[in-house]
């Protein structure tokens, strides 16, 4: 399900346009200010962000700045929303590496249409990374290595394998069916008992109190979900 982060301190708007996306099948985040926005933005990894430019603190253009900085979100569409139609305001915007612009006050067409337009040049899917970081973990993909505090972990290469599937779906809820087609390719599996085994071994290897998983999380009734942040 495509994801879009909405950046604006103007609630009812925020609000008002959170709506009208659930509405069209998008996922949405909220974020009240620039801070939260990009801590948001390097945490779900959206497929689109929607930002406001004059927000207290800091504004869109410092919001922007920084999520061009990082490699998770460095082509991340980012579309500006805006009071002051301003050249100067836009040119910067533009040269800033903004997407796109919408002047208030804009219709429920016009903000619809800007973002179908730039999510059809940028499809939404799964985001494939080669490292993360979670908890006093860092994990790099490629090199198939696991380290905290610098002490190397010992997993398996299915281990990897699902650990990177949980990661490049995070906060979703994964069904047992899922995880077994897309990451031992099994359609028809006599049992899920593999991959709770697997999580287990997951939990024992990575989590801080395996008997009370802060990251690897059951859902009861449904499967699993990963989670970056303990709050």
Partial sequence: MTRILLIDDDQKLRRTCAALLRSEG?????????????????????????????????????????VRNEPATLRTPFIFLTGDGAMSDLRTGMNLGADDYLVKPFTARELLARVEAHLRRTPAAPHPIDGYVFGDLRVDFRKAEALRDGVTLDLSAREFQLLRYFVEHRGATLTREELLNEVWGYQNYPSTRTVDNHILKLRQKLEKDPANPAHFRTVHGVGYKFVRDVH
């Fill in 26 to 66: 998008y996922t949405i985040f909220e974020a009240i200010d620039g801070s939260e926005g990009i801590k948001t933005a390097l945490r779900e990894h959206p497929d689109l962000i929607v930002c406001d430019v004059n927000m207290p603190s800091m504004n869109g253009h410092d919001v922007l700045t920084q």
